[in-house]
């Protein structure tokens, strides 16, 4: 697989390719129907040729032309998948399932396929590619195309299809199935698990084909058993399981083959590929010649056939195919088993016989015994005695009787047949276990019918008796669901109908299957009645009940002409595909494929695993004869039929093109006579005058009712009326339909597409509008739920809104109360009933406190507290202040404090006393009121000893005139100076300082008293502008703080010793000082404002 996806990465040169394919596709025609001449099988042979020469070797046998109403099917269906596949949804809109066969409403696609003998290049995964989808029509017709047309078809109308692969033996079946189950792998979506199931499902093709394919005259690979196989498929498409069943494997293969003929394949497989340590744990040699049930053909090594890389393929299948739960403990074994079985097959053919004297046959050989004892896990006396007797029931009694040599030999080739076929069968059940699906969703299917061809040998026996039934009766299903039933279907529904002639070949199966009458019954009949029958006897049964059937012929029943032909043991079929000459030798022996009881019972006591599931005890007690061989084969057959009949057809019908397997060698008459025996020529002709679709009224209109406003949506009327009046409507034209008596029948492909191409558009419409319903209706249905919720959420937050606003409420009445309760008991000492109350008060008290204290120590404002507080707030006040107190020392500095202690002096003299003082407050002392330049250096020469503390210009008042005189008071830390420029006028030394006197007024007049005995001058009058600060620093220098009066009205001062003056203080509108006629010095100063 990997090496074809490899191979379809190469875009280019495939496209180129598939250019050139197409281009030689037009060679003849693609699809019989388009021959001029349809009714010459000259012309017909001849587009085979032509196109074969070509390696063209697939023909459609189908429609009127290109655009089939297939075609539109396919297109439909591929929108449905797309539809279905995408939402998954609308299976609402999916067409009616499966029908019943008399509803069939398709005819089935045909395709003829040349077998080509040669690999060819159309087979890779891009071919695959362009098929996938396509249209029908619309590609050179494929198997490829048949395969998906099956599919889509399937997957839009989810019913269950079948494609019939039939041809004679090598004409290309099997290949031909495996080319199909390839594409559905490769182009049907799957899943990383579904990859298990594709996986499995092609490989239980190597697997079958190696233990039921062999090589005969006809095929190097012939099938040599029927199988059929369904494979499973979702919704959406994707492959999910599968079921096989098989049909009459060809057991007498396994001891016997003709002249060129090999036994199945995998013994052959087994000796050439197996490991040596397998072949000798089997007991084996390598060598094929040495089995005595490999040779008889003569042929065990044959060029073609690879038995080597078919035995690795086939082990590689085996891993991927077995590993079901159930069968983990003999996961690793069953394989061993498998081949032990095979390996003591081998080893019972090589089991010899010889005759003791009794006449009883004995084995000769021990070996072989031993290793089949070993491998099947049977006991060695057992199986001994097993193969040298038979067990006979006597009355009540069982009795062990030898077998002659003879019987000796049949016994063993009895149980070798039976343990292969068995073998067979579980195989078969193995891999349906392996691939059934165990979900129980509907599946639809798609089954594959490959069987063995229909052959004729030079002998031919039993086996090609079944195998010729067999493609008899599947020609017979072709005839029915094509040319029969179709004809037929025109005659019952009163249309108009040239019939066209065909072999039916019911006649043949009648001759064959029929009850009571018929070839198998005669044989059964043989087979079961007492006495002594021989296929002798049967022979003549046959003479005597079918004798006279036009297709039955024995030696004696035939003219002089044919006798030769026929053996004495001989009867002769004229089958549908030609004849056939049988020898009756064997027929009843192989018909009751009888295994002795003793070997049946020793079998069910085998130890090996497989074997113990192939024969049960179970069996043992049945008392009942087992059915026949053909019978059995008879009603598995009618069961497959019936299968089919339920199913859609597509066919494949495969042509030999010569005996010889030459690639490129197109050999006429087999060829024409195969296009004669599979009835191409008349399928051709009732296709060309038939008509591609018919349903029934009521199914029509159902599907197409949409189109008439006057049959949707409901048509009350019959529905015969309702399509009539559809497609009237529609605006069909006469030659384009007829209706029948329950069906309408539409002539060309072309009308059927205009219809589904308006059921279409009209079905995107109804759907639309059935979304629109629904999603309203989806709205709507939401919009009430949501609806519903808000209301419930809201009424329910409204409910806890509600309770919360309640209980604010309640809580604020409780509040107030308590509150009230608490203000009329404000005044009585803490109790219950106040204490909240008082509580809440000093809080806010507190709180609003926090945002009034004062922010400096001159601020006096404290908020008023409630009369529980008034305590705790005096405290609470004191503590404030006296924190604002310590903050504001905290940030006095030394000159700020000098300064205060000054002001304080100042406040301590002054305060309340003389005018002017409280305006003088807020001005600071100064350290000195002379500028740089006033001060005389000389002066400071002369006091350099001492420390100037204050310099002021004052005016000085002679003590007897009152002159005015400007001077400059001095202060050092030990004596006043009074200075006239740079002269020293009057030192006071502060030791004799006496006293300070100023008046209450504002008048700046300062009187420095000194002692009378002082030998210097008297007192002192100044007048200075900086009247507190001055007085305060002298008598702080002076340290005479008591020493400082201020008087009232008048002030005596010493002149000199013994002589006194007066200073009179009054107020008026201008400030003066003279010296008044009473020789006082008067001074006058305006009122201030304190
Ligand atoms: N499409 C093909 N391309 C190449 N070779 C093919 C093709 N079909 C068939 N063959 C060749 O023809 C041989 C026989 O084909 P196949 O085994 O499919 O025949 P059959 O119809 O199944 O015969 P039987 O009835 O004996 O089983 C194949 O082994 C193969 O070599
Ligand atoms: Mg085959």
């Not at 005996?659 to 009835?679: A, M, N, S, T």
């Not at 308006?758 to 639309?768: G, I, M, Q, V, Y």
């Not at 006033?934 to 350099?944: D, F, G, M, N, T």
């Not at 006496?994 to 007049?1005: F, M, Q, R, Y």
Request: charged share 25%.
């Amino acid at each position: 697989m990997e090496e074809m996806r490899e191979e379809a990465s190469d875009n280019h040169s495939q496209l180129n390719m598939e250019g050139a394919l197409i281009t030689r596709d037009r060679v003849g025609v693609q699809d019989f129907v388009l021959l001029d001449s349809h009714t010459s099988e000259a012309a017909f042979l001849d587009n085979l040729r032509k196109r074969y020469r070509e390696n063209l070797i697939y023909v459609n046998l189908h429609a009127f032309m290109t655009s089939s109403f297939m075609a539109i099917l396919v297109l439909v269906s591929r929108r449905y998948c797309e539809l279905t596949c995408n939402c998954g949804k609308v299976t609402c809109l999916r067409l009616q399932p499966a029908y019943k066969s008399d509803q069939r409403t398709y005819i089935g696609t045909l395709l003829v396929s040349v077998n080509p003998y040669k690999e060819l290049d159309f087979y890779s995964i891009k071919q695959m590619e362009i098929y996938q989808g396509v249209n029908f029509f619309e590609l050179p017709p494929h198997i490829y195309a048949i395969a998906d047309n099956a599919y889509r078809i399937m997957c839009a109308e989810y019913n269950n299809h079948f494609i019939l692969i039939s041809g004679e033996s090598g004409a290309g079946k099997t290949e031909a199935s495996k080319k199909i189950l390839q594409y559905f792998a490769v182009t049907c979506p799957t899943t990383e698990q579904l990859q298990i199931v594709r996986d499995r499902l092609l490989l239980s093709n190597p697997v079958l084909e190696a233990f039921g394919n062999a090589k005969t005259l006809r095929n190097d690979n012939s099938s040599r058993f029927g199988k059929y196989m369904d494979i499973q498929f979702d919704f959406k498409g994707a492959p999910v399981g599968g079921h096989i069943l098989s049909y009459l494997i060809e057991k007498s293969r396994v001891v016997h083959q003709n002249n060129g003929e090999r036994n199945f394949h995998i013994f052959y497989q087994l000796l050439e590929g197996g490991e040596d340590d397998l072949l000798r744990w089997l007991g084996l040699e390598r060598n094929p010649q040495k089995y005595m049930y490999l040779i008889q053909g003569r042929c065990a090594k044959v060029s073609v056939i690879n038995d080597k890389s078919d035995w690795k393929t086939v082990h590689k299948a085996f891993s991927v195919i077995d590993f079901t739960e159930t069968d983990i403990e003999s996961l690793s074994l069953w394989p061993q088993h498998l081949f032990g079985v095979i390996a003591s097959v081998l080893h019972l053919g090589n089991i010899q016989y010889e005759e003791d004297s009794n006449g009883h046959a004995i084995i000769t050989n021990s070996s072989q015994i031993k290793w089949i004892s070993k491998l099947l896990g049977i006991h060695l006396s057992i199986l001994q005695e097993a193969l040298t007797h038979r067990k006979i029931e006597a009355r009540s009694e069982e009795v062990l009787s030898p077998l002659n040599i003879d019987l000796a030999f049949c016994a063993r080739d009895a149980a070798a047949k039976a343990i292969y076929g068995r073998t067979f069968t579980w195989l078969v059940n193995k891999i349906n276990g392996s691939l059934a699906n165990k979900d129980l969703t509907r599946k639809t299917v798609i089954g594959l019918l490959d069987i063995y061809g229909f052959e004729v040998f030079d002998t031919n026996s039993f086996e090609q008796f079944c195998i010729n039934y067999c493609n008899e009766k599947l020609q017979q299903l072709l005839i029915e669901m094509t040319l029969k039933v179709e004809q037929e279907e025109y005659e019952m529904e009163g249309i108009e109908w040239e019939p066209i002639p065909y072999f039916n070949n019911k006649i043949i199966c009648d001759l064959v299957e029929e009850k009571h009458k018929g070839i198998i019954s005669i044989l059964d009949e043989e087979c079961l009645r007492p006495g002594e029958a021989t296929d002798l006897s049967f022979l003549e049964k046959l003479e005597e009940k079918v004798g006279d059937h036009a297709h039955f012929l024995t030696r004696k029943l035939a003219d002089q002409k044919t006798r030769k032909s026929i053996d004495w043991v001989d009867f002769r079929l004229l089958h549908y595909a030609g004849e056939v000459t049988y020898c009756v030798v064997g027929f009843l022996e192989k018909n009751n494929d009888l295994l002795y009881r003793n070997l049946k019972e020793v079998l069910c006591k085998s130890k090996n695993g497989i074997i113990k599931e192939c024969f049960f005890p179970s069996e043992l007690d049945n008392r009942r004869r087992p059915e026949t061989v053909a019978t059995q084969f008879k009603n598995s057959l009618a069961s497959l039929i019936e299968i089919l009949m339920s199913k859609e057809p597509s066919y494949i019908r495969c042509i030999k093109p010569n005996e010889g397997k030459e690639p490129g060698k197109f050999d006429d008459v087999l060829i024409r006579h195969q296009v004669k025996y599979l009835g191409l020529m008349e399928h051709l002709r009732v296709r060309r005058a038939g008509f591609a679709y018919r349903r029934k009224y009521e199914l029509f209109l159902q599907r197409y009712k949409s189109l008439c406003p006057a049959t949707w949506p409901h048509w009350h009327g019959p529905a015969a009326d309702g399509v009539e009046r559809l497609i009237k409507h529609i605006g069909y034209k006469p030659e384009e339909y007829k209706l029948g008596r329950t069906k309408i029948f539409i002539r060309f492909p072309r009308t059927l597409f205009a219809t589904e191409d308006a059921f279409e558009f009209s079905k995107h419409l109804l759907a639309t509008r059935i979304q629109a319903r629904y999603k309203g209706c989806l709205g709507k249905r939401e919009y009430k739920k949501q609806k519903e919720a808000a209301i419930k959420l809201e009424a329910c937050w409204r409910g806890v809104l509600a309770r919360k606003e309640a209980k604010r409420r309640m809580w604020a009445v409780e509040t107030i109360k308590r509150f009230i309760k608490g203000f009329i008991n404000r005044k009585n000492p803490l109790c219950p009933e106040n204490d909240e109350f008082i509580s809440f008060v000093q809080y806010t008290y507190l709180r609003k406190l926090r945002d009034h204290v004062p922010k400096n120590v001159l601020d006096k404002n404290w908020l008023k507290p409630p009369a529980i507080l008034e305590e705790t707030s005096e405290m609470l006040k004191k503590i404030c202040m006296r924190n604002l107190v310590r903050k504001y020392c905290q940030g006095i500095t030394a000159e700020k404090d000098a300064q205060l202690r000054q002001k304080v002096v100042a406040s301590a003299i002054f305060r309340g006393k003389k005018d002017g003082y409280l305006q003088s407050i807020s001005q600071p002392f100064a350290d000195t009121r002379l500028s740089e330049r006033e001060r005389s250096p000389k002066v400071l020469q002369l006091i350099r000893g001492e420390t100037v503390k204050y310099m002021t210009p004052v005016i000085k008042y002679d003590r007897n005139g009152f002159k005015a005189r400007e001077r400059q008071l001095v202060l050092t830390q030990s004596a006043a100076y009074v200075v006239e420029m740079a002269k020293i006028k009057q030192k006071i030394d502060y030791a004799t300082l006496k006293g300070i006197s100023t008046s209450n007024l504002s008048d700046g007049l300062l009187v420095i008293h000194v002692p009378e005995d002082n030998k210097q001058k008297g007192d002192v009058i100044l007048q200075c502008e900086h009247i507190f600060e001055t007085v305060t620093k002298l008598c702080m220098l002076a340290n005479k703080q008591n020493a400082v009066q201020v008087v009232q009205g008048s002030l005596q001062f010493h002149i000199s010793s013994g002589k006194e003056g007066m200073i009179a203080f009054t107020t008026g509108q201008e400030p003066q000082i003279y010296k008044a006629k009473n020789g006082h010095l008067t001074v006058v100063s305006t009122r201030t404002k304190s």
